[in-house]
């Protein structure tokens, strides 16, 4: 299959490619190094001009509510009319574990209105929800910082490589059209301030990290339910502490 990767130089996009063309697939990478802006539409129709397959891993530059709500709203709908132009057969985006829950978070409410745009599109597609990525913990922490001291709610956490979400969206790309979101998270279900405390020890970072039950993660008020996922899902393979112990030093 032919298959066209939007963001596909990023942290995921470029796993995604590289495990699609392991597959076999033809797979090109897209994004606005390659002179593809998704939200102003420059380039996006020929960019899906015989594809079977669009993958959507795109991100807003700025997480600024308006600014991330505008980025998604533009760019999934000129993606989505460019595609039924092109009469492409399956659209995959990625979005987050937990969107729905999260109203009051800066960012994720952006990510239910992709979502919506895509299921009300018409278009066969499949929605491959992630937790939060290893990589990501260090600004995490950093988010959550007031001097010397980084205030972390004491919920369920469950994160994963992005290797691990990688490696699910493009199984999802694969396959058939599902014609729904599947969701994927970390193999161990974690509390959120201990892996921040964790996190920050193995650099030996000396901020204290407080169990703070009000804290907000961008935004939102936590739960142990908020940030998991609560019904079926796909394990990653990687476990956070063999995932440190394969970082360089």
């Known amino acids: 299959m032919k298959i066209v990767v939007f963001g596909g130089t990023g ?18 990478a897209q994004s606005p190094s390659t002179g593809v802006n998704t939200v102003t539409g ?9 594809a079977d397959v669009v993958v959507d891993v795109t991100n807003s530059p700025s997480f600024a509510p308006d600014d991330v709500m505008a980025f998604f709203q ?29 109203p009051e978070s800066s960012y994720l409410p952006a990510k239910v209105a992709q979502e ?25 922490a950093d988010t959550a910082t ?24 493009a199984d999802a790309a694969a396959a058939a059209a599902v014609n729904a979101a599947i969701e994927t998270a970390g193999p161990e279900r974690l509390r959120f301030d201990e892996v921040i405390r964790d996190t ?17 993660y961008f935004g939102q008020t936590m739960h142990d339910d908020t940030v998991v996922p609560v019904g079926d899902y796909r394990p990653g393979a990687i476990r956070l502490a063999d995932w440190r112990a394969a970082q360089p030093a």
Request: neutral net charge; charged residues 25%.
């Open 11 to 28: 942290l995921i996009g470029s796993q995604v490619v590289k495990l699609l063309r392991e597959k076999g697939h033809e797979v090109v």
């Open 42 to 50: 420059d380039g996006v129709a020929d960019a899906v001009a015989g």
């Open 74 to 102: 533009k760019s999934t709908g000129n993606l989505l009319a460019a595609e039924k132009a092109a009469k492409v057969g399956h659209h995959v985006a990625l979005s987050v574990v937990g969107a729905e829950r999260s």
């Open 116 to 140: 919506k745009l895509i299921r009300e599109s018409g278009a066969p597609y499949t929605v491959v929800r992630a937790t939060q990525f290893f990589e990501f913990l260090g600004s995490i």
């Open 146 to 169: 007031d001097g010397d001291t980084v205030h972390i709610a004491p919920v369920a956490f469950q994160p994963m490589a992005s290797a691990d979400v990688a490696a699910a969206v």
């Open 200 to 216: 920050l020890a193995a650099k030996d970072d000396p901020r204290r990290v407080v169990a703070d039950p009000a804290a907000r």
